[in-house]
């Protein structure tokens, strides 16, 4: 069953979080511990109004356990979603001029992170995820759906082009190189 998330989820989503997003944790948070990042992320999770906000998030679940979540928000909002965190970083004088990289575009609805725990990879959990996603956005009007991918990560990237993306341009993010996807939702 995939329903949107609630704050109370933050525990088992955060673990699910960190494995899709792994050191860009970091990134967003302006600190070099990952889990000091995470813990920093998971308060953010619980309030609303920003990229990482339980709002934002669908899970799947089988019995009590959350099996998977997808994280999604519109990309001419991300500026704005992304404000509360720069505004949390930008409080340390070391950080004047720091900058979080907006991997969404205006006009495209984004996938920012999913992730299946490892317990139940292989179920199509993934596909049903970004396939919810997908018809939230199509349910709000995007027309388009963008994600990006680490461009050595075959098995990401080959299920994406199942589902329809295609290679969009590359960019760089926390000294990694990403494929940048898109899927046509409405014409």
């Known amino acids: 069953m ?7 989820d933050v525990q088992q989503i955060m673990p699910l979080l960190h494995a899709a997003i792994g050191d860009i944790a970091c990134t967003l948070t302006g600190v070099k511990d990952e889990q000091e990042a995470m813990n920093i992320l998971a308060d953010f999770y619980v309030e609303k109004g920003n990229r990482i906000s339980y709002e934002h998030v ?13 994280l999604g928000y519109g990309g001419d909002a991300a500026a704005k979603l992304d404000a509360p965190l720069l505004s949390r970083i930008l409080q ?16 495209e609805y984004y996938l920012d992170s999913v992730a299946v725990n490892p ?3 292989g179920k199509g959990i ?14 709000e009007g995007w027309p388009r759906l963008s994600l990006i991918a680490l461009d050595d990560n075959e098995k990401a990237t080959a299920l994406y082009s199942r589902m329809g993306y295609a ?7 926390a000294g990694h190189r990403y494929l940048r996807m898109v899927k046509q939702l409405m014409q």
Do not use: C, S
């Open 2 to 8: 995939i329903v949107p998330a609630r704050k109370e």
């Open 126 to 139: 993934a596909r049903a995820l970004i396939g919810a996603l997908e018809n939230k956005a199509k349910d």
């Open 167 to 173: 290679e969009d341009g590359e960019l760089e993010l």
């Open 58 to 70: 669908l899970v799947a679940w089988e019995g009590e356990a959350i099996t998977g979540m997808a």
């Open 119 to 121: 317990a139940y990879q």
């Open 92 to 107: 340390n004088p070391a950080h004047a001029g720091y900058q979080i990289m907006t991997e969404a575009r205006p006009g």
